[in-house]
Nanobody, 117 residues
Framework: QVHLVESGGGLVQPGGSLRLSCAAS????????MGWYRQAPGKERELVAT???????NYPDSVKGRFTISRDNAKNMVYLQMNSLKPEDTAVYYC???????????WGQGTQVTVSS
């Protein structure tokens, strides 16, 4: 069992930036994929960014070029730098850790990001 704790959310104006952090209770080195997802009211949870243990990153078109995921295996931390924020980025953002063998999937409790003027 690993515990993931997100922080860094808040209220920001359109065009602004935020950096989310995810602290893991144990080494993230063994996880195949670390990622960020978000869920807006009335919508399904969606992928925001993933980073594999080999350093391969993936972003949907909606955030590509604006968001950057990074992981610090030594500190058991995962970050999401969000720039040029838009009102449609408003959501609860969740940290996720996945292993393929055995298959496990862990989630944090989420942190609220609100983009509004």
């Amino acid at each position: 069992q690993v515990h993931l704790v997100e922080s860094g959310g808040g209220l920001v104006q359109p065009g602004g930036s935020l950096r989310l952090s995810c602290a893991a209770s144990q080494s993230i080195f063994s996880f195949n994929v670390m990622g960020w997802y978000r869920q807006a009211p009335g919508k399904e949870r969606e992928l925001v960014a993933t980073s594999t243990s080999f350093g391969i990153t993936n972003y949907p078109d909606s955030v590509k070029g604006r968001f950057t995921i990074s992981r610090d295996n030594a500190k058991n931390m995962v970050y999401l730098q969000m720039n040029s924020l838009k009102p449609e980025d408003t959501a609860v953002y969740y940290c996720n850790a996945q292993k393929y063998v055995p298959p496990v999937d862990y989630w944090g409790q989420g942190t609220q990001v609100t983009v509004s003027s």
